[in-house]
């Protein structure tokens, strides 16, 4: 099956700090997204990338969609104590009703 | 803002027993979806419902489970005979179901089931 790996899996960072996470895959993807997880919710979408090479910002946070498909990279700047959470690449096929494979994650946690 | 909400938030039951959890997906939205999370690891799709009928489902969605949306409002997957390893976050989502690529799944807050 596809498997979509991150890196790293655990990071502690302080306040302020920018931080940087990546996400690798087995198979191309026609759209990539990034999700946030906060304990006991639900993937809430932060970012969604529709073209390979594509640079998109939403606020602090700034993703992009690898040339080859098969890739993509989360930056968060200038960190906040709300950003702790776990931090979900995934990817998806043209149509948005397609299903969603999820990374394994990388869990934020920030220092005050 | 409309949001997808599930209930019940947390279900414990004993195996063997059959439980049915509940959500409401976005009242304009057409598509719906069940996902699963086993407790620290990712999120895994279990199944998608177009039209009262199944899309797409994963291999974890065997003849265990089945979907229903018995109204106009919810939608509902059951689990026959509940095992040790079903105990998960399972999460409803939703979408428009335009095709567009920029059509988004949105996901409710999840139901917790342990299973004893």
């Known amino acids: 099956g596809q498997q979509l790996n991150q890196s790293p899996q655990s990071m502690f960072i302080q306040e302020g700090e920018d931080v940087s996470m990546n996400c690798t895959s087995s198979?191309?993807?026609?759209?990539w997204l990034w999700y946030k997880q906060d304990p006991g919710e639900g993937p809430v979408l932060l970012i969604a990338?529709?073209?390979?090479?594509e640079l998109t910002s939403n606020g602090r946070l700034t993703a992009q969609f690898g040339i080859t498909r098969k890739d993509s990279f989360l930056n968060i700047s200038a960190s906040i104590p709300s950003d702790v959470g776990i931090y979900f690449c995934?990817?998806?096929?043209?149509?948005?009703?397609?299903?969603?494979?999820f990374g394994t994650g990388t869990k934020l946690q920030v220092i005050p | 803002e409309p949001e997808v909400t599930q209930t019940p938030s947390h279900q414990v039951t004993q195996m063997g027993q059959e439980v049915i959890l509940r959500c409401v997906p976005i009242?304009?939205?057409?598509?719906f979806y069940w996902y699963r999370q086993i407790l620290g690891q990712k999120v895994e799709f279990l199944v998608s419902?177009?039209?009262?009928?199944?899309?797409?489902k994963s291999e974890i969605f065997d003849d265990q489970f089945s979907v229903e949306r018995p109204d106009g409002s919810n939608f509902t997957l059951k689990i026959r005979s509940t095992k040790l390893e079903d105990s998960a976050m399972y999460f409803c989502?939703?979408?428009?179901?335009?095709?567009?690529?920029?059509?988004?799944?949105?996901f409710g807050p999840g139901t917790r089931l342990t299973v004893l």
């Open positions: 989502a939703s979408s428009m179901g335009t095709g567009s690529v920029t059509d988004t799944q949105y």
């Open positions: 198979s191309i993807f026609n759209t």
């Open positions: 990338l529709y073209k390979a090479g």
């Open positions: 995934a990817g998806r096929g043209w149509g948005g009703y397609q299903k969603v494979t």
């Open positions: 009242s304009n939205h057409l598509y």
């Open positions: 419902f177009y039209n009262n009928e199944i899309s797409e």
